[in-house]
Nanobody
Framework: QVQLEESGGGLVQPGGSLRLSCTVS????????IGWFRQAPGKEREGVSC????????TYADSVKGRFTISRDNAKKMVYLRMNSLKPEDTAVYYC????????????WGQGTQVTVSS
């Protein structure tokens, strides 16, 4: 059973940084792509970033390019999203999801972690 759990969210001031973690279980991480998407109140769900399996390649939404970095540690069954230079518009619930590929539909996702960027 595909299971994912996010952690690392919180309240941060504009310009600050956070690192989100996604812990996976129930499947072999090596064979899956993992992506992050976010949902803010009153806004559409937005794909933020995705990292494919081996060889790992990454994609980013234009809104976060140059500020966010996705990485994975297959041995630890973890995927990370490093978020720098955070802006108030980054405020949202962030979810990690598993995909066969970064262009396919998700096969599972977590419960989400809240990120709030505010002074």
């Amino acid at each position: 059973q595909v299971q994912l759990e996010e952690s690392g969210g919180g309240l941060v001031q504009p310009g600050g940084s956070l690192r989100l973690s996604c812990t996976v279980s129930g499947f072999t991480l090596d064979y899956y792509a993992i992506g992050w998407f976010r949902q803010a109140p009153g806004k559409e769900r937005e794909g933020v970033s995705c990292i494919s399996g081996s060889p790992a390649s990454t994609t980013y939404a234009d809104s976060v390019k140059g500020r966010f970095t996705i990485s994975r540690d297959n041995a630890k069954k973890m995927v990370y999203l490093r978020m720098n230079s955070l802006k108030p518009e980054d405020t949202a619930v962030y979810y990690c999801a598993a995909y066969v590929s970064c262009t396919s539909q998700p096969v599972g996702w977590g419960q989400g972690t809240q990120v709030t960027v505010s002074s």
